[in-house]
């Protein structure tokens, strides 16, 4: 438990600084909480692709606190979140060919990870994106935005 508590700070600072030193990818983390660990992201100026690694660091499995990382205009987010309850945890809580959706991972589970490379040709400066999880109910907690620097 001690060692925990020492460990985390150390882990937090240094994923800090590696997401300054590669801003054209950046590691988002879902936890049991249903939280995630990134409120924004940001996409720096001199990128032309940009990866995105969600882990999982809780200990439940994906059927039960499953986490995606699902990007798309903010006035979609809601209704895609909503339309993909249906679809079930095997299509990854999305709406089959749901052209709304500009980029998304697959749903995790516990220790599990994940990537996925935006599409930047659809991101402007101008426009408003929110990242969510899909997983039924977590978008009220596990959203964010994301931009262009
Ligand atoms: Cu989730």
Same mark, same amino acid.
């Given at each position: /438990?001690?060692?925990?508590?020492?460990? $985390? *700070?150390?882990?937090?600072?240094?994923?800090?600084? #590696?997401? /300054?030193?590669?801003?054209?990818?950046?590691?988002?983390?879902?936890?049991?909480? /249903?939280?995630?660990?990134? @409120?924004?992201?940001?996409?720096?100026?001199?990128? @032309?692709?940009?990866?995105?690694?969600?882990?999982?660091?809780?200990?439940?499995?994906?059927?039960? /606190?499953?986490?995606?990382?699902? $990007?798309? !205009?903010?006035?979609?987010?809601?209704?895609?979140?909503?339309?993909?309850?249906?679809?079930?945890?095997?299509?990854?809580? $999305? !709406?089959?060919?749901?052209?709304?959706?500009?980029?998304?991972?697959?749903?995790?589970?516990?220790?599990?990870?994940?990537?996925?490379?935006? *599409?930047?040709?659809?991101?402007?400066?101008?426009?408003?994106?929110?990242?969510?999880? #899909?997983?039924?109910?977590?978008?009220?907690?596990? @959203?964010?935005?994301? #931009?262009?620097?």
């Amino acid at each position: /438990m001690k060692i925990r508590h020492l460990l $985390l *700070p150390a882990l937090l600072a240094f994923s800090a600084v #590696s997401a /300054m030193a590669d801003d054209c990818a950046v590691t988002i983390d879902g936890n049991d909480s /249903m939280q995630f660990d990134k @409120k924004a992201i940001v996409v720096g100026k001199s990128c @032309k692709k940009f990866t995105v690694t969600l882990t999982h660091s809780g200990k439940l499995a994906k059927n039960i /606190m499953g986490h995606n990382w699902v $990007l798309t !205009k903010t006035e979609d987010s809601q209704a895609v979140a909503t339309d993909g309850v249906g679809a079930g945890v095997d299509k990854n809580y $999305l !709406k089959a060919g749901d052209t709304r959706v500009i980029a998304a991972t697959k749903v995790v589970g516990a220790g599990e990870s994940t990537s996925v490379d935006v *599409p930047l040709d659809k991101i402007t400066k101008q426009g408003s994106y929110t990242f969510f999880c #899909s997983f039924p109910g977590h978008i009220a907690l596990m @959203k964010g935005t994301f #931009s262009l620097e």
